[in-house]
Every structure is written in C-alpha cells, then in structure tokens.
C-alpha cells in the first residue's frame, strides 16, 4: 500500500543552521504531497504542498521539490530560527482518493540560540 | 472563526468504559475526519466522513464508532476502551474536494486508558 518514510529524529541544530529532512514515498499513480509542521502542544498545520512532479511548495522559508524520479520530497530550509522548533510530518495522499491522507513518522526538530 | 475545537483536552479511563471525544468546526466543511497519533507511527486515519450523514472507515477503525448528523460535528466513540487505544486523537476538517485542500486540525485530546 501507500506509505511514506521520513528520516529519524530527533535533529538538533544551531539557529542560522541548513535543515533537511528527507521524505521518500512509495505509492500508485501520482499522489499529492504535503509537509505538515506540529509545535509543541498544537494539532498540525499544513506547511507546504505539492500537486504534481516537479512542482515545489514553498511557504515560511522552507521549500520542498515533488520528485517523481527518486520518489522524493525533502524539506530544506536555508537558516532555520528557534521558532522553527517543531515535529515535521511528510504526507501523500492517493491520486483518485484525495480524502485519505498518509503520514510519516515525523521528525523532531530543535533549534538552539 | 473558532475553526477545530476539540474536548476534553485530556482524559484517564479505565479498561472497559466508554466515552466520546467531541469535534465540531464552525467553518462549513464537509470533509472531517479523525486520526490518533502514536510515537514512531505519525498519524492514522481512524475514520472520516465527507458530508453530513455519509461515514467511511480509514486505516485503523476498529474500536471505534463514529456519526455525522451535522455539517458541524462529528464525533468519536469509543465503546470498551483499552488501553491500545491509549494514544493523542486529533480531529481536522477540509473544504469539499478532499485531502488536497488544506486540513484544519484541531489541538488534540491525550487520552490514557488504564
């Protein structure tokens, strides 16, 4: 079946640092992509989407590339900040079944002053 | 807008009892649906309904009822907890047109079944 897999956490970096959270897929078709964020003590929030390949979503600094190819889409931002402190979440959802969404494990992130 | 709202926050039950974790969203959608999220595992589709009256069953259904009488509200019922069903639960609702559209998630209820 559908299922997607996230690199393991947790990652700890410095402010200013480079993130970047690999997400690879496996799935029928063509699924939507998505990065959702989770802060501590939130529900999830959609961070950035992708519809179709070679598209990039992008939405707060971070940027992630639909890749058909190597069955990919890794998060990056170029200088993350404290607030940027969360657990990242990669998602699919199927082509023709657009109301299941599939999630990764989620990645926990934490950014040091 | 109060979009997702969730209640309780939190709730300890033991073996054996029911209850229902509530859900509504004030936004007009038609598409909600409920997850549980477990360390290592992410989120699981418990259940999701896309209008009112219409209930479907996702990934991991089993212990679980749900209805849809209203566009706002759908709750989760849970009829002879256990504690596998010791977990987070968050509800999230979506315009029409499914996961593509953003999902609204709400803060989530901790629930320990003892």
């Known amino acids: 079946g559908d299922s997607v897999t996230q690199m393991e956490g947790p990652v700890t970096l410095s402010e200013e640092a480079f993130l970047t959270i690999n997400c690879t897929y496996t799935a029928t078709g063509y699924p939507s992509l998505f990065w959702y964020v989770q802060y501590p003590g939130e529900g999830l929030q959609l961070l950035l989407k992708a519809t179709k390949a070679d598209d990039k979503g992008s939405n707060k600094g971070f940027e992630a590339t639909y890749r058909k190819e190597t069955t990919s889409f890794h998060l990056e931002k170029g200088s993350v900040q404290v607030s940027d402190s969360a657990v990242y979440f990669c998602a699919l959802s199927p082509r023709g079944n657009d109301y299941k969404l599939s999630f990764g494990a989620g990645t926990t992130v934490t950014v040091r002053a | 807008n109060a979009g997702v709202t969730q209640t309780p926050k939190f709730q300890v039950l033991k073996t054996g009892q029911s209850m229902t974790l509530q859900c509504a969203q004030d936004m007009n959608h038609e598409y909600m649906s409920w997850y549980r999220q477990d360390p290592g595992m992410g989120l699981r589709l418990i259940h999701y309904?896309?209008?009112?009256?219409?209930?479907d069953q996702g990934e991991v259904p089993n212990g679980y009822n749900v209805s849809r009488s209203t566009t706002e509200d759908f709750p989760l019922r849970l009829l002879s907890a256990a504690p596998s069903q010791t977990s987070v639960y968050f509800c999230?609702?979506?315009?029409?047109?499914?996961?593509?559209?953003?999902?609204?998630f709400g803060p989530g209820t901790r629930l320990t079944v003892l």
């Open positions: 309904s896309v209008g009112a009256g219409i209930t």
């Open positions: 999230a609702s979506s315009p029409s047109g499914g996961a593509i559209d953003t999902q609204y």
